[in-house]
């Protein structure tokens, strides 16, 4: 029987199956073949196939994407600016390959038996490069100590001591927490005044870590981390010195340096101990050198290596006619403590003179006044200025050095089995206020903080000036990168806020947490792979650690 012409008005049709006109081809391709694709894929659209599906997401954040990208971005143009690197017998060396490629410094990372996260890792340096990172503070005084609060980090530790609340240590990630504190007092309950601060410098990896401490009547106190106690403990003591306080210090176990107000040189040796958490025996006192010329400020240096130990003291000295330059002096002692070698050298240019040097030196011999010429103007646009320095931070081979007239000066200290020699100097520029706080570590990287607490900048000096692009980028202030903090935000959520150009609201989110704009810096800033850490002091008195993240 046929159906009428109304029913078939209420037949559905199927519906029919919309023709794509780009079909994804690319989503039946194995995973070996889509990752290969994603190899050739700039790391911006890398973070978008994130977004495209499942998939996607789970292969364009594969570690051996991230790896290639790391060594491209970071280490390959390092390696291509440092000279002789490149082998001209090998020179696809500098091309990427997992196992053959030339890492430098950042070797640690591709170590057997070491897990890296290279997406996190590859987030880490791109935030440093761009200046990017979150903001937090450790309130660490009601009132300033007197003498100022010392700091110093390492290993995402922050250690701070005074007289009043003694040697605090607190963790620099996550709820930073007080890890463990303990008195500084004499055995008849007086307080003790530390001057001068310094962590361990060899590499030891038994969960525990050496700080030293010196003190204003001229004693000094080796204290050992326990992070899995959360306990401080005193290992040893040494008894008071009519030398002096103790200005400055370095520690590299188990060679203890020392300088004292008056330039008295010092270095120890402690017996070796296989418990790096157990009390040390008695200290022996290698060498004691005086020094009549090297003016503060002052930086010690410990390198240990194979065959032999190398103690530098960096120092500032006056200048005939031209003003101030830098000094290093280095004692090389083998292992068993003998003297091998005591050498030192100066910065000094054609056209300055030391004043021990100019007192040997021969009339006849002595260039012409630095008044005149081209050579002096040259030195007055891209040479280090002659100002007394006011801050110096000597980490080998990079010496640096902060000036009154709101500049740094970079030196290359070369230091080989047969010469010592230091690199004329170069001006950096960036800061807009005097520098109160400045420290050079890995990589040639240094962080350098003006005295208001408002300008705190990252500079790349790795390689020093070696080429004119580099002295141009110095003088145009394209060496550094000023750090804007951002909103801390919570680890699972990775939302930012972003204007139209894609950068953070640094200001809204300052204003946010409510920052103080009359902050004033103390003079100390300092870094590791992940944190900048700058001590400030608030209008009303108070001091904070502020802790900028880079992860």
């Keep these: 029987m046929k159906r009428s012409y109304g029913d078939e008005s209420h037949d559905q049709h199927p519906a029919k199956v919309r023709r794509l006109s780009r079909p994804d081809r690319l989503s039946r391709l194995s995973d070996e073949l889509l990752v290969r694709i994603l190899s050739f894929v700039p790391v911006p659209s890398l973070v978008v196939c994130q977004r495209i599906s499942k998939k996607f997401s789970r292969l364009s954040i594969d570690s051996e994407l991230w790896k290639a990208a790391y060594y491209r971005t970071f280490v390959l143009p390092r390696a291509s600016r440092i000279p002789g690197i490149r082998d001209p017998a090998t020179p696809n060396r500098l091309h990427y390959s997992s196992r053959l490629s030339k890492w430098l410094d950042d070797s640690s990372l591709i170590r057997d038996g070491v897990c890296t996260h290279w997406k996190q890792q590859y987030r880490l340096r791109h935030n440093w490069a761009q200046g990017q990172c979150a903001v937090s503070e450790i309130l660490v005084a009601e009132r300033p100590p007197e003498p100022p609060l010392l700091v110093m980090m390492s290993n995402n530790v922050v250690y701070a001591a005074d007289s009043i609340s003694g040697l605090r240590a607190w963790r620099s990630k996550f709820d930073r927490e007080l890890l463990a504190s303990v008195s500084l007092t004499s055995d008849a309950g007086i307080p003790r005044l530390p001057i001068s601060m310094a962590i361990d410098a060899s590499e030891r990896n038994s969960g525990t870590e050496r700080v030293v401490l010196g003190f204003e009547d001229g004693s000094f106190s080796v204290f050992a981390l326990r992070t899995d106690e959360k306990r ?239 002295r141009k980028r110095s003088r145009n202030g394209e060496l550094s990168v000023r750090i804007q903090p951002s909103r801390v935000v919570d680890e699972e959520d990775d939302a930012q806020e972003e204007d139209s150009s ?50």
Excluded at 340 to 352: G, N
Excluded at 529 to 538: D, F, S, T, Y
């Design 232 to 470: 401080l403990d005193n290992l040893y003591t040494h008894p008071a010195s009519t030398n002096g306080m103790l200005s400055a210090i370095a520690f590299a176990s188990p060679y203890l340096l020392t300088m004292t107000e008056d330039h008295l040189l010092s270095l120890y040796l402690f017996p070796e101990t296989s418990d790096v958490s157990g009390p040390l025996d008695d200290p022996q006192l290698l060498y004691s050198l005086r020094s009549s010329t090297a003016w503060p400020p002052v930086s010690l240096s410990l390198r240990i290596t194979a065959s032999s130990m190398t103690a530098a003291i960096a120092y500032s000295l006056p200048t005939y006619l031209s003003g101030w330059t830098v000094g290093v002096q280095e004692l090389r002692l083998s292992h068993e403590g003998v003297l091998l070698e005591s050498r030192l050298a100066t910065a000094a240019d054609e056209h300055s003179f030391t004043l021990s040097a100019y007192r040997s030196a021969s009339s006849s011999t002595r260039s012409p006044s630095p008044f005149l010429g081209s050579a002096r103007q040259n030195t007055l646009t891209s040479g280090p200025s002659k100002s007394n320095p006011t801050l110096m931070s000597y980490s080998h081979p990079y010496l640096l050095v902060a000036h009154p007239d709101n500049t740094l000066s970079l030196y290359l200290v070369r230091s080989t089995s047969s010469a010592l020699s230091i690199s004329s100097g170069n001006r950096l520029w960036g800061h807009t206020s005097s520098i109160s706080g400045a420290h050079v570590g890995m990589r040639g990287k240094a962080v350098s903080v003006s005295r208001l607490g408002d300008e705190l900048r990252v500079w790349d000096l790795e390689g020093g000036m070696a080429s004119s692009a580099l």
């Design 502 to 551: 894609g950068r953070r609201h640094g200001l809204r989110v300052a204003l946010d947490q409510g920052f103080d704009d009359s902050t004033v810096s103390r003079g100390w800033v300092g870094f590791d792979e992940q944190n900048v850490i700058v001590l400030r002091e608030k209008s009303e008195g108070s001091q904070a650690l502020v802790v900028y993240d880079f992860s």
